[in-house]
């Protein structure tokens, strides 16, 4: 290269990086999405069409003065919300890769997992450039009403399906500068009530004013086709779209591909489980062990599995139950931490080779019963085998909105996993009780079917997902 070549293709690089905007390239829907005039828009679709990242590039070309239908002069406000912190992640980072940083207030910075961070009050001011005196207000909908407070807005984002409160808070707060709003969402079984939503989109349909126009495509080989290249380029390819389908959970499927506002009911939920899970064998030396522990709804009822993994780094985990301890509810702490003793003996397995002890709340109580039921089983099995209190912890599982349906969809993706006929989920005859379990689980959360279930899952879950954070591959949960 001559030297000028090389300093046009040094600037073309750093006209670049001072706008990123100009790498802009969209898919079909998202290109539909940002061109939207409608002052309400909703687009309700599966996971990973892009909804997030449609949102975060209409933020900054408004913010800019960019937007292809809506410009203002002056300092603007602008609202984006999402339900959690965490489910914010994806639309920030996209953000922040779009937001020009010669324009926006030196103190930002982004921290992985949590965000754009800077301000207390997470905000994003623009100081210089077209957007200068310009704010992006992030919020969570819990934070609602108080981060709303006093503002009127000339835009408003929410991604992720809001609560009707919310919206009821914003709309008022748009109507001075005419603002319009933008939601983007997949509906999943944990998703706040939704009618007032359907609704408006009726009414939309209807051509009755006041109403939500909505969007909605599918999560197919063509709506994943990213335009503005020399040629249209998938960011999935098919094979990874049908794995994503195969992995969902039957009841969520039409929710996580399509976007449907309603899970389907539909027998059992993990459907991948066949005869391929009972070719058991024991698992190989140095396999990872997991112990979990579910206290049941019922007091005193108590589920306990132990669990083997191995390739727990990877995306192709296996698992193997290899024995299950259930009492009744009649029976006391002493009695259950000899029976999980037992349990442990006949596999084979000390206490101290456990890798991983979870064990769940009762359901229905409140945290003072907690660490109890945990508490109670802890001290008889330190008792039993003569240790000290303190060398037996019980840890508690993590739990969120979708936790549950997160947890069936692993393990239903490892089941789905055979070679030569032999799944990568392998059940010892010894499990009854979770076989029986697994067989006839349909979704209902007071089933006690549910326990067992539980107690492998929350063992399961945290081998294969813990501090690696794996996920059956081509799924995200944002
Ligand atoms: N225009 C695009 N160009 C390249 N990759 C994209 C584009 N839109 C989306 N993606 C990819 O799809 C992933 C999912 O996008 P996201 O906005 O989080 O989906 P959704 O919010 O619909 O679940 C992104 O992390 C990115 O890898
Ligand atoms: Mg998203």
Redesign the pocket.
């Known amino acids: 290269m001559t030297a000028d070549a090389l300093t046009l293709a040094r600037r073309a690089s750093e006209r670049l990086r001072r706008d990123p905007m100009l790498d802009l390239?969209?898919?079909r829907p998202?290109r539909q999405w940002v061109e939207t005039t409608h002052p309400r828009a909703v687009w309700r679709?599966g996971?990973?069409?892009?909804?997030?990242?449609?949102q975060a590039a209409d933020i900054v070309l408004f913010a800019r003065g960019m937007h292809p239908h809506q410009t203002h002069r002056g300092a603007l406000r602008i609202v984006v919300a999402s339900e959690s912190w965490a489910q914010f992640v994806?639309l920030q980072r996209?953000l922040w890769d779009l937001l020009p940083r010669n324009e926006i207030h030196p103190k930002l910075y982004f921290s992985p997992g949590q965000g754009i961070k800077g301000f207390k009050e997470p905000v994003i001011p623009f100081v210089t450039g077209p957007a200068a005196g310009t704010e992006i207000i992030l919020c969570t909908y819990q934070q609602g009403a108080a981060r709303l407070a006093g503002g009127n807005y000339h835009r408003a984002y929410c991604d992720e399906p809001p609560p009707e409160t919310f919206v009821g808070e914003l709309l008022p707060r748009l109507a001075q500068q005419g603002g319009h709003l933008r939601m983007?969402f997949?509906p999943t079984p944990e998703s706040p009530p939704l009618d007032w939503l359907r609704d408006k989109i009726d009414a939309w349909k209807a051509g009755k004013p006041g109403g939500f126009c909505e969007y909605n495509h599918g999560l197919t080989p063509e709506n994943v086709l990213?335009y503005g290249g020399p040629i249209p380029v998938p960011?999935m390819s098919e094979a990874q779209i049908e794995q994503f389908g195969a992995d969902c959970l039957p009841v969520e499927r039409a929710m996580r591909m399509q976007g449907a506002w309603d899970p389907l009911s539909a027998g059992r939920w993990l459907t991948n489980y066949g005869p391929g899970c009972h070719h058991y064998s024991a698992p190989p030396v140095g396999a990872r062990l997991a112990l979990g522990i579910d206290h049941g709804a019922a007091a005193g009822k108590q589920a306990a599995v132990l669990v083997a993994c191995t390739q727990d780094g990877t995306l192709a985990p296996r698992i193997w139950v290899m024995g299950e301890s259930l009492s009744d509810g009649y029976t006391t702490p002493e009695q259950d931490a000899r029976a999980v003793l037992a349990m442990l003996a006949d596999c084979g397995v000390g206490w101290d080779d456990l890798d991983v002890i979870v064990g769940d709340r009762p359901t229905g109580r409140n945290r003072f019963a907690i660490a109890k039921s945990n508490r109670d089983l802890a001290q008889f099995i330190a008792w039993q085998l003569g240790k000290k209190r303190r060398e037996v912890w019980i840890d508690t599982p993590k739990k969120w909105a979708g936790s549950v349906n997160h947890g069936f969809r692993i393990m239903n993706a490892i089941m789905g996993r055979e070679d030569d006929g032999r799944s990568h989920f392998l059940i010892a005859p010894t499990c009854p009780e979770l076989t029986k379990a697994i067989q006839g689980f349909e979704g209902d959360r007071r089933d006690p079917l549910k326990d067992v279930l539980d107690a492998a899952r929350y063992s399961i879950e945290r081998l294969v997902d813990g501090s690696r954070g794996w996920a059956p591959p081509a799924i995200?949960y944002?």
């Open positions: 390239r969209l898919t998202q679709d996971n990973r069409l892009g909804k997030s990242w449609a994806p996209r983007t997949t990213v960011y995200t944002a």
